[in-house]
């Protein structure tokens, strides 16, 4: 696209359609410094365009009548045609804050670094009762995993104990009926002999 000018306002490069160019003194403003809305710039048709004066050119220009100060009682705008008025302006433009910079401004701080360690100290100190509640909160949590770690774990030698008792048990069963057979058969191949010699 070609550059149609400079905006007057923020002075960067117009590179669209969609400016406005004041009636009075026929400088350029892109829509975000003459507050024109997207919207409403594409519903303003012609000849309104044309008409369109920015705020410089409006803030020139006398104003008509000066009844209308804090002394003198307002009766030149009844509330009809100021909601009136209102809702022309409305309809017409959107008004669109521009940041002025990136800056933000910080509220100062109600207490000083100093203080916040100091206050910081105190709460984490070993007499602080918020930190002698945690601490036994923390040992009472320890205590009970441990109590449970224990418990599984002596549960657990129980049942391997029982298992190889119960193993040996039965071996030993085993081993008794075998050495009662072989002193049976002792017995008998004795007996044998004995016969035998005779």
Known sequence: MSSTGKCAGCQDKIT????????SCKLKY????????????????KERKAV?????????????????????????YSEGCMEKETEELASNLKVKVRAKSNTREVSPLPATLEEIGDLLDNKLSDTSPIFRKLRLTILEDIKAIISQEINLALNEFKNELRQATDFLAAEQADFKVKVEQKDKEITDLQTQTLKLKK
């Open 16 to 23: 669209n359609r969609q400016f406005m160019c004041c009636s």
């Open 30 to 45: 892109d829509l975000d410094c003459a507050t024109i809305s997207e919207k409403t710039f594409i519903s303003l048709d």
């Open 52 to 76: 369109w004066i920015c705020h410089a050119c409006k803030n020139r220009q006398p104003k008509s009548d000066n009844h209308n100060t804090p002394i003198r009682v307002n009766t030149m």
